[in-house]
């Protein structure tokens, strides 16, 4: 199993582009996240998504869209990139409190993705 | 509002004491309560959670963490610490209850140092 990943690793945009930050996951879990991990900050909830054609706006949405079309991708998007926005990425998933049989609740992350707005 | 506090930005603790990172949450419902660890550049590995059940909660690398409802905090030690566990530590808290069903939430981050 591949787990939970990332694309792209690292990227560098200039202030006014757009893209799309790809998460897969292998493990047929129902909920999957995004956050931003900045210095002293520690993990912020961007956006979240509990199932299929759903999602929810999480601490810091402003800037940011998401789309869960699939299970097992949850896509970030940035339509006007802004240099406050540079920061790590990070991915992750769960399974709900529905499916897990209380054995597998915790989130598994991506390796992140690394992104400097210039 | 669901909210995670870590109180500490660093612990430093000698090779061989024992060690505790401190983590209150507040949440509307009956929490999932989560350690996780970060090494540097990579992503979030798990420790341990609570779910239900025993308060005292044993995890991964010799690490527990103890649930108090009253206090709303959910502490991880270990006995012994060793220069190995220097790292980020994160706790989380996830609601299971209403619309913020699934809504995930990490503390800051405490930086464990263990020096030999």
């Known amino acids: 199993n591949a787990g939970v990943t990332q694309t792209p690793k690292f990227r560098v945009l200039k202030t006014g582009q757009s893209m799309t930050l790809l998460c897969a996951q292998d493990?047929?879990?129902?909920?999957m996240y995004w956050y931003r991990q900045d210095p002293g900050m520690g993990l912020r909830l961007i956006h979240y998504s509990v199932g299929e054609g759903t999602t929810a706006k999480g601490e810091v949405p402003d800037g940011y869209n998401v789309s869960r079309l699939k299970k097992q991708n949850f896509l970030l998007g940035l339509e006007s990139a802004a240099p406050s926005q540079t920061s790590v990425y990070f991915c992750?998933?769960?399974?709900?409190?529905?499916?897990?049989?209380?054995?597998?609740?915790?989130?598994?992350f991506g390796q992140g993705t690394r992104l400097t707005v210039v | 509002a669901q909210s995670v506090a870590q109180p500490e930005d660093q612990v430093n603790v000698a090779e061989g004491n024992p060690l505790t990172v401190k983590c209150t949450y507040s949440v509307s419902g009956n929490p999932y309560l989560f350690w996780y660890v970060q090494y540097p550049n990579r992503g979030l590995q798990f420790l341990l959670k609570?779910?239900?059940?025993?308060?005292l909660v044993k995890g991964s690398y010799g690490f527990e963490a103890e649930f108090n409802k009253s206090q709303t905090s959910f502490h991880l030690k270990k006995p012994s610490a060793l220069v190995s566990d220097s790292a980020l530590y994160f706790c989380?808290?996830?609601?299971?209850?209403?619309?913020?069903?699934?809504?995930?939430?990490f503390g800051d981050g405490t930086t464990l140092t263990v020096k030999p």
């Open positions: 992750a998933s769960s399974y709900s409190r529905w499916s897990d049989r209380g054995r597998n609740t915790e989130a598994f």
């Open positions: 493990m047929n879990h129902e909920y």
């Open positions: 609570y779910i239900t059940g025993d308060n």
């Open positions: 989380a808290v996830r609601d299971e209850s209403g619309t913020n069903a699934g809504k995930s939430t």
